[in-house]
C-alpha cells in the first residue's frame, strides 16, 4: 500500500526556518512527482510546490517563492521543504502528496496518495 | 495563476442528488480534479480528469464539465458524504495546480 509520512512541522517565530520530511513506501518513489499541500486552519486547500521525479522540474506558489525550497532524495524515499523566512499566514497543516498520471483516451494528472500532514505553526 | 470558485456550502437531503460546481477560466482547457475531505483527514480524490473514478469510489459519483465549470454530482446522497469537496487543476499556464476554495456539503 503506497503511503506517505510527514515530519518536522513544530512552532516557529516570525523570520525562522523549518524543514519538512515526507517519507514515501510502498510505491516506487523515485518515478513519482510530488507535490506539497497546505492548509491553513479553518481554510482550504492551497498547492504550495512541486518537484518532478529527477528534480528537473520545480515548481512554486507566488506567496513562497525565495522563501522555500522543495527537493527530494530519491535514495532515500524523501521529499523534503526547506521553509526560509517564515511568516504567520504560513501557517497550515502541510501535506505532501503525490502526483499520478493515468493515460487512457488522453493524459489526465491529480494528487492519489496523501499524507496525514505536519502542522507547521509561525507565532511569536 | 488562476481561480477556481466554488459555493462556500451545499446542502442536501439523505438519498436526494446534489451538485456541486466549480467555474474558471483555466477548466475551458485542463481537466477537473475533485477530493474529499473530512474533518481531521487528509485529502481523497473521488473524480479525476473531469468524469474518471478512482477504484473504490463509490458509483454515486460522478464528474462532468461544460465550458468553465465543472461539476460533481452526488446521486443518492449517504450520511458518511458529509465532507468538504474541493475542485482542482491547472492554471492558466499549465505548470502550477489551484485549488478551489472548498464546498461544505451538509447531508440533512
Known amino acids: 500500500e503506497a503511503q506517505l509520512v510527514e515530519s518536522g512541522g513544530s512552532l516557529v517565530k516570525p523570520g525562522g526556518s523549518l524543514r519538512l520530511s515526507c517519507v514515501a513506501s510502498?510505491?516506487?518513489?523515485?518515478?513519482?512527482?510530488m507535490n506539497w499541500v497546505r492548509q491553513a486552519p479553518g481554510k482550504g486547500l492551497e498547492w504550495v510546490s512541486y518537484i518532478s521525479s529527477s528534480s528537473s522540474y520545480i515548481y512554486y506558489e507566488d506567496s513562497v517563492k525565495g522563501r522555500f525550497t522543495i527537493s527530494r532524495d530519491n535514495a532515500k524515499n524523501s521529499l523534503y521543504l526547506q521553509m526560509n523566512s517564515l511568516r504567520v499566514e504560513d501557517t497550515a497543516v502541510y501535506y505532501c502528496?503525490?502526483?499520478?498520471?493515468?493515460?487512457?483516451?488522453?493524459?489526465?494528472?491529480?494528487?492519489?496518495?496523501w499524507g496525514k500532514g505536519t502542522t507547521v505553526t509561525v507565532s511569536s | 495563476s488562476s481561480e477556481l470558485t466554488q459555493d462556500p456550502a451545499v446542502s442536501v437531503a439523505l438519498g436526494q442528488t446534489v451538485r456541486i460546481t466549480c467555474q474558471g477560466d483555466?477548466?475551458?482547457?485542463?481537466?477537473a480534479n475533485w477530493y474529499q475531505q473530512k474533518p481531521g483527514q487528509a485529502p481523497i480524490i473521488v473524480i479525476y480528469?473531469?468524469?474518471n473514478r478512482p477504484s473504490g469510489i463509490p458509483d454515486r459519483f460522478s464528474g462532468s464539465s461544460s465550458e468553465n465549470t465543472a461539476s460533481l454530482t452526488i446521486t443518492g446522497a449517504q450520511a458518511e458524504d458529509e465532507a468538504d469537496y474541493y475542485c482542482?487543476?491547472?492554471?492558466?499556464?499549465?505548470?502550477?495546480?489551484?485549488f478551489g476554495g472548498g464546498t461544505k456539503l451538509t447531508v440533512l
Open positions: 483555466s477548466l475551458r482547457n485542463y481537466y
Open positions: 482542482n487543476s491547472r492554471d492558466s499556464s499549465g505548470l502550477y495546480w489551484v
Open positions: 502528496a503525490r502526483e499520478t498520471t493515468v493515460t487512457t483516451y488522453d493524459q489526465y494528472y491529480y494528487m492519489d496518495v
Open positions: 510502498g510505491f516506487t518513489f523515485s518515478s513519482s512527482s
Open positions: 480528469g473531469e468524469t
